[in-house]
């Protein structure tokens, strides 16, 4: 398949670094969060803008990261990382000369980091609490990679390091959500040894099913209503 | 039905409160956790201590409500409630004169705040974050009343008023998950306004199979290892 005009193809070795995000990746993070609601085929829900996303997941001053919200970037960089330890969490050689890659939207996810890095996908995560271990865990929010670079490892690459960051600093769980039509997911997360739990349902209050509540505390203090 | 000869029975007003627990209530979270446990059937997955609920549930310094892991309690009074701005979530008298009620578990549940105080149930929550939104939500991981309070609409008190906050502060969405067995509690959460998703499933990693993930940064940031 020959590459598209205006590709950039990758070919020989690539270097990933999967970091710590900045505000300045808050322009591809939006992106990316398009490209993913429409994956999932949930577009009317989105509705992130960069103000939003700069103000959420970067608040001054940030909180260590995974105490709270958290972002990472998946750069792919044409020469060597050298892993940065205040912001690298995992970095590997990939060897595309059996496959290499074209990628159409190089130039428009070209990373802030420069040097030729092209922003291929992020993970946002947070810590959750379990009760029945009375520990925090880790939830992963999202976990994307773009089109071109998929089914090359770069997901187990993300997953793992999360995961193993999470089991490092005590955390008793990871979790995170998936589509029951994503075959293709969940034989991935079952693969990478993940339960996939049958029984458990989402319940969401969101909207004006949720604004109904506001001023409830006023409501509920006034001593009125009964059993 | 007669009360069982250790119960304490509880008729007329009384005052329902939902305030936020402190390390003083560890031990009844506890218990209640262990409740909440057998009625789910998931005793095999308990492994909560005392200990380790004091040390993440209340760090010191503990953060602000809502920003981190929140556990909050519900006391039910003889007397009413004077609401403690410091600690009050939501205040509300109940009329049991119609349907008096016997709690076998009154004096083992006394609570730490005294005055005849009875602690009936608590609720674990966290906030998440949404992408598609970019803001906060609110988890609440658990909300639980015991047995012979159930029915006379405390877990709405409880869940009402952890939403009210939840948009009050500027939340996008409150969340929780259901099992998928337990009607009555979903046709409660969708009375309630909330949708149950019906496509996602939760996927987690812990145990063993999350401890094989440590040091991976190390393996990952060797450059060994192909596409």
Not at 38 to 57: N, R
Not at 69 to 82: M, R
Not at 120 to 136: D, E, H, M, Q, R
Not at 162 to 189: P, S, T
């Amino acid at each position: 398949m020959a590459a598209p005009a205006n590709s950039t193809t990758f070919s020989g070795d690539v270097w990933a670094e999967l970091r710590l995000a900045d505000a300045r990746d808050v322009p591809h993070i939006h992106s990316l969060i398009h490209q993913m609601a429409e994956f999932e085929l949930l577009t009317d829900l989105f509705a992130a803008t960069e103000e939003l996303l700069t103000s959420t997941l970067f608040p001054s001053p940030t909180p260590p990261p995974f105490t709270s919200f958290t972002a990472l970037i998946l750069d792919l960089s044409p020469s060597p990382v050298v892993p940065d330890s205040s912001s690298t969490i995992a970095s590997r050689r990939f060897d595309l000369s059996a496959s290499p890659l074209a990628d159409p939207e190089a130039a428009a996810f070209a990373s802030p980091r420069g040097g030729g890095r092209v922003t291929a996908g992020f993970v946002i995560c947070f810590p959750n609490y379990s009760t029945f271990l009375s520990k925090p865990g880790l939830y992963v929010e999202d976990i994307f990679v773009r089109a071109p670079w998929r089914r090359r490892g770069l997901g187990r690459m993300m997953l793992s390091a999360v995961a193993g960051r999470a089991a490092e600093i005590g955390m008793g769980r990871v979790e995170w959500c998936v589509l029951d039509w994503n075959k293709n997911a969940i034989d991935f997360y079952e693969g990478m040894g993940a339960d996939v739990l049958p029984q458990w349902r989402i319940c969401r209050l969101t909207g004006a099913a949720l604004d109904k509540y506001k001023g409830n505390q006023e409501e509920a203090a006034d001593g009125k209503a009964a059993a």
